[in-house]
């Protein structure tokens, strides 16, 4: 796999869980207010972490770590991603991928074969705003489907969205929950800081009273909490 980052331990990725978490290089979306964007547009002769560093690491770490957690990026272009993941479970490690929801049939995939553990899927936006807000065109089928599969799934799973002012407002944000009814989401606040595209970098994020009146719109129609 292409992986552009690598974090050693983290307790706050994976839900009661002691993880490491891996990003992987490229994304199918281009949102404006990203703040991975050295891992979106990938120079040709950027360099990457050697998975032979990655398993040397796991492998001292069996009975310490719980889980890996799979982000981006968008991990579902790593044609290698279903080897890889096999190679981390033969290590007795827990499996939480992160994903934008462009590949449902990769997705299904991982789920048919037991690939992962835990599902996270960022919900742009209402079907309406979503290509505003990733940034290229989406067919918005292969993110309902996503969302379908993730829900029949049985795994453990959260929708997220990143609020971010210009792109969203309350009605927005009831559309979307309208759409997910009944799911787990979490409104998480935008930072203003290493943007894709630096005019984001000049908004200022809502306030903890605005991402509240948010959660309570949205909390009418799916089970929604707050993120920073």
């Avoid at 990203?34 to 398993?55: H, R």
């Avoid at 609020?163 to 927005?172: E, L």
């Amino acid at each position: 796999m292409n992986i552009g980052g690598f974090v050693k331990n983290t307790l706050i990725d994976y839900p009661g869980k002691m993880s490491c978490i891996i990003f992987t290089q490229g994304c199918s979306f281009r949102c404006p207010f990203c703040q991975n964007k050295e891992l979106v547009d990938v120079p040709d002769d950027a360099e990457s972490i050697k998975e032979s560093y990655i398993f040397s690491f796991l492998k001292k770490r069996k009975g310490l770590l719980d889980a890996v957690v799979i982000t981006g990026g968008e991990p579902t272009l790593q044609k290698d991603l279903p080897d890889f993941i096999r190679k981390v479970r033969e290590l007795g490690f827990l499996i939480k991928l992160d994903t934008n929801g462009w590949a449902p049939e990769i997705l299904e995939r991982l789920l048919k074969e037991n690939l992962i553990d835990f599902v996270a899927m960022d919900i742009k936006a209402s079907k309406d705003n979503y290509e505003k807000a990733a940034g290229v065109k989406v067919n918005i089928y292969n993110i309902e489907k996503s969302i379908r599969l993730i829900r029949s799934s049985g795994l453990p799973y959260e929708f997220r969205t990143t609020v971010v002012p210009g792109i969203h407002d309350k009605d927005d944000i009831r559309k979307m929950a309208q759409w997910i009814e009944g799911s787990n989401l979490f409104l998480q606040k935008f930072v203003p800081q290493n943007t894709l595209d630096p005019e984001y970098e000049k908004k200022n994020p809502f306030t903890n009273k605005e991402m509240e009146e948010m959660k309570k719109i949205a909390g009418q129609f799916v089970n929604c909490g707050l993120r920073a």
